[in-house]
Protein backbone atom coordinates (compact mmCIF):
# COMPACT_ATOMS: atom_id res chain seq x y z
CA UNK A 1 0.00 0.00 0.00
CA UNK A 2 1.53 3.37 -1.06
CA UNK A 3 1.82 5.99 1.85
CA UNK A 4 -0.69 8.34 2.20
CA UNK A 5 0.52 12.10 1.53
CA UNK A 6 -0.97 15.50 0.78
CA UNK A 7 0.12 15.24 -2.55
CA UNK A 8 -1.04 11.59 -3.28
CA UNK A 9 -4.63 12.61 -2.04
CA UNK A 10 -4.56 15.66 -4.16
CA UNK A 11 -3.66 13.78 -7.23
CA UNK A 12 -6.00 11.30 -7.16
CA UNK A 13 -8.51 14.05 -6.67
CA UNK A 14 -7.08 16.02 -10.07
CA UNK A 15 -7.10 12.50 -11.57
CA UNK A 16 -10.65 11.72 -10.44
CA UNK A 17 -11.71 14.96 -12.14
CA UNK A 18 -9.50 14.93 -15.51
CA UNK A 19 -11.26 11.10 -15.93
CA UNK A 20 -14.67 13.08 -15.16
CA UNK A 21 -14.87 10.64 -11.98
CA UNK A 22 -18.21 11.02 -10.07
CA UNK A 23 -16.96 11.44 -6.09
CA UNK A 24 -19.44 10.84 -3.55
CA UNK A 25 -20.14 13.09 -0.50
CA UNK A 26 -18.08 10.23 2.01
CA UNK A 27 -15.22 10.49 -0.59
CA UNK A 28 -14.75 14.60 0.07
CA UNK A 29 -15.11 13.98 3.92
CA UNK A 30 -12.85 11.76 3.73
CA UNK A 31 -10.04 13.56 1.98
CA UNK A 32 -10.95 16.67 4.29
CA UNK A 33 -10.33 14.94 7.17
CA UNK A 34 -6.78 12.90 5.98
CA UNK A 35 -5.62 16.71 4.35
CA UNK A 36 -6.43 18.01 7.59
CA UNK A 37 -4.75 15.36 9.92
CA UNK A 38 -1.54 15.34 7.28
CA UNK A 39 -0.77 19.63 6.69
CA UNK A 40 1.16 19.72 9.61
CA UNK A 41 4.31 17.82 7.83
CA UNK A 42 3.65 20.28 5.23
CA UNK A 43 3.65 23.19 7.54
CA UNK A 44 7.09 21.50 8.79
CA UNK A 45 8.12 21.31 5.34
CA UNK A 46 7.31 25.07 4.65
CA UNK A 47 9.14 26.08 8.26
CA UNK A 48 12.51 24.26 7.51
CA UNK A 49 12.60 25.93 3.75
CA UNK A 50 11.89 29.45 5.72
CA UNK A 51 15.11 28.74 7.99
CA UNK A 52 16.91 27.74 5.38
CA UNK A 53 16.35 31.08 3.33
CA UNK A 54 16.40 33.23 7.09
CA UNK A 55 20.07 31.61 7.18
CA UNK A 56 21.47 32.17 3.62
CA UNK A 57 19.87 35.76 4.16
CA UNK A 58 22.02 36.08 7.38
CA UNK A 59 25.02 34.79 6.11
CA UNK A 60 25.46 37.70 3.22
CA UNK A 61 24.44 40.58 5.56
CA UNK A 62 27.40 39.27 8.25
CA UNK A 63 29.19 38.98 4.78
CA UNK A 64 28.78 42.56 4.44
CA UNK A 65 25.97 42.75 1.78
CA UNK A 66 23.01 44.68 2.38
CA UNK A 67 19.59 44.09 3.38
CA UNK A 68 18.76 44.85 -0.40
CA UNK A 69 21.54 42.90 -1.86
CA UNK A 70 20.98 39.70 0.19
CA UNK A 71 17.30 39.71 -0.33
CA UNK A 72 17.52 39.82 -4.03
CA UNK A 73 20.62 37.04 -3.75
CA UNK A 74 18.06 34.94 -1.84
CA UNK A 75 15.17 35.58 -4.19
CA UNK A 76 17.25 34.00 -7.14
CA UNK A 77 18.17 30.94 -5.20
CA UNK A 78 16.28 27.79 -5.60
CA UNK A 79 15.40 27.10 -1.75
CA UNK A 80 13.79 30.71 -1.90
CA UNK A 81 11.04 28.74 -5.14
CA UNK A 82 11.11 25.51 -2.92
CA UNK A 83 9.74 27.80 -0.05
CA UNK A 84 7.11 29.88 -2.09
CA UNK A 85 6.28 26.61 -3.86
CA UNK A 86 5.22 25.01 -0.48
CA UNK A 87 4.01 28.25 0.98
CA UNK A 88 1.02 27.85 -2.27
CA UNK A 89 0.92 23.86 -1.82
CA UNK A 90 0.01 24.68 1.91
CA UNK A 91 -3.02 27.31 0.80
CA UNK A 92 -4.33 24.93 -2.27
CA UNK A 93 -4.57 22.07 0.45
CA UNK A 94 -6.41 24.62 3.06
CA UNK A 95 -8.72 25.56 0.19
CA UNK A 96 -9.52 21.91 -0.77
CA UNK A 97 -10.29 21.01 2.60
CA UNK A 98 -12.90 24.44 2.44
CA UNK A 99 -14.31 23.64 -0.84
CA UNK A 100 -14.39 19.33 -0.09
CA UNK A 101 -16.13 19.71 3.26
CA UNK A 102 -18.94 22.32 0.59
CA UNK A 103 -18.96 19.46 -2.00
CA UNK A 104 -19.80 16.86 0.38
CA UNK A 105 -22.78 18.72 1.65
CA UNK A 106 -24.04 19.85 -1.77
CA UNK A 107 -23.27 16.04 -2.95
CA UNK A 108 -24.86 14.57 0.41
CA UNK A 109 -28.34 17.48 0.08
CA UNK A 110 -28.33 16.26 -3.60
CA UNK A 111 -28.86 13.01 -3.47
CA UNK A 112 -31.54 13.31 -0.44
CA UNK A 113 -33.51 15.70 -3.10
CA UNK A 114 -33.12 18.70 -1.35
CA UNK A 115 -31.28 20.55 -4.08
Same mark, same amino acid.
Given at each position: ???? &? ?7 ? =? =? ?13 ? $?????? =? ?37 ? $? ?28 ? &???? =? ?6
Amino acid at each position: MDTR &TCNSIIDYF =N =NAVREKEMIGPHRWM $EAALFL =NSLIGEEHDKYFEAEQQCARFKAALISDGDSVASATAKL $EAEDIYRTMRRQKAFISQVEEFVRLAKKQA &TLKD =NEMLGYV
